[in-house]
């Protein structure tokens, strides 16, 4: 696998654009359920805000490298971003563990979200690449 070649730069644009633009939607998202529910006040604190943006840097990261790297297989490419990205949050989450105590659940719960969430990332990447292989297979066949 290798990249493709675009600006280290570009990466770093791209992936902070997105990342505000998620983190924003995220908080907001989160505000307006707490709101909907009668809390006038986030009773996680600061932390969970941190903790938020950690988990969607991530996010953003492993879309940024589907994107950006290639590789003729796009299993093998999902798999080789999801492995690491996955344990990077389990990583996280086991950190957080020490600033206070977990759920009973906190792993299982990451992993399904952050699975899912993975899934929707590769199938909206998936998109765009499957699309620029079939006008360079039809370019190549004229």
Known sequence: MKSNGKEPNK???????????????STLANSILYLINGYYEDPNGNWHELDRAVIVLI????FVLIRNLE????????????VPTMLLVFGYIGLTGLREPLAPSAFHDIFVNYTVCFGGVA????????????????????
Do not use: E, H
């Open 59 to 62: 996010g953003v990261l492993s």
């Open 123 to 142: 199938a909206i990447a998936y998109v765009p690449s499957r699309i620029k292989r079939q006008r360079q297979q039809t370019g190549a066949d004229r």
């Open 71 to 82: 590789s003729n297989s796009y299993l093998l490419k999902m798999l080789a971003v999801y």
């Open 11 to 25: 990466w770093a644009k791209q992936t902070l654009s997105i990342f505000c633009v998620l983190y924003t939607v």
